[in-house]
């Protein structure tokens, strides 16, 4: 109704009666309207679910909901080993990032074993709709002492693991306590890595350690959560380690984004 009532006004505008402009028309696809039920009931979801993320802010002592995940590129961007993370020519390796490249101010909360250690951590992060990568490793010790060999069977253990019972293996890898060498990138590239992602902060639930000396986020940042094991507790504050991410990102105006969309 909507596109015959414009045709109808620049009739009206031309001096041309309505129906003599629409009998010259070609025919085209019919213009289906949305239905207005599906969008009433698409708009009471988005609210629903900003209201439970405001309570749940509340509920956790957070300044606010987390900001809205801004729309992820649609083409995802180049990645190159940043020079300081180099091990020698980086040609038919992984690309090693701590930040991906965007003017977004987005930043990408990641976690390696915490969480299976703290089963709150993803009620937490649930309850507040706020996406994180988990880059969960089999083996508890640095791979870069390993022969290449060890290397390559502990790896593609890991990546075959994460796939689950099929599809490709995963893009991301992240060696343990992200130390590695040349062969480590060389065996993680024949395993189907496609890139490493580290870090450029690190949050614990006392505070947010970062690399670069001004102190701050900056766009693109990858953040790993840490689980440490509090003084006088017994259990891992992976939770706690999060909400302190999320009310240092709140702060500074960032919101999380999904790793996965943008590398």
Request: net charge positive; glycine share 10%; aromatic share 6%.
């Amino acid at each position: 109704m909507a596109a015959l009532s414009v045709l109808g006004l620049l009739a009206a505008g031309c001096g041309v009666h309505g129906e003599d402009l629409l009998d010259n028309v070609p025919a085209g696809p019919a213009v289906v309207a949305p239905d207005a039920r599906a969008l009433h009931s698409q708009a009471r979801r988005m609210v629903d679910a900003h209201v439970r993320q405001v309570t749940a802010a509340q509920h956790y002592g957070l300044p606010g909901a987390p900001f809205s995940e801004p729309r992820p590129p649609a083409f995802k961007p180049f990645l190159r080993t940043e020079p300081k993370l180099a091990r020698g020519d980086g040609e038919g390796l992984p690309a090693v990032i701590t930040r991906v490249p965007t003017r977004a101010k987005v930043v990408f909360l990641t976690v390696d074993d915490g969480a299976a250690k703290d089963p709150a951590f993803v009620r937490v992060m649930r309850e507040l709709g706020v996406p994180f990568t988990a880059l969960p490793t089999s083996h508890g010790h640095p791979l870069d002492h390993l022969r290449p060999a060890e290397q390559h069977t502990a790896i593609c253990r890991q990546q075959d693991a994460l796939r689950g019972g099929g599809g490709e293996r995963p893009r991301l890898f992240r060696p343990p306590f992200g130390a590695y060498s040349r062969d480590t990138l060389k065996m993680a590239a024949a395993c189907g890595a496609k890139v490493v992602p580290l870090w450029n902060e690190e949050a614990s639930p006392g505070k947010v350690a970062y690399r670069e000396h001004d102190h701050r986020l900056h766009p693109g940042d990858i953040v790993l959560l840490r689980f440490d094991v509090h003084v006088g507790q017994h259990r891992p504050l992976l939770a706690a380690a999060a909400l302190r991410a999320l009310r240092t990102a709140h702060d500074q105006g960032f919101a999380v984004g999904q790793l996965e969309d943008y590398v």
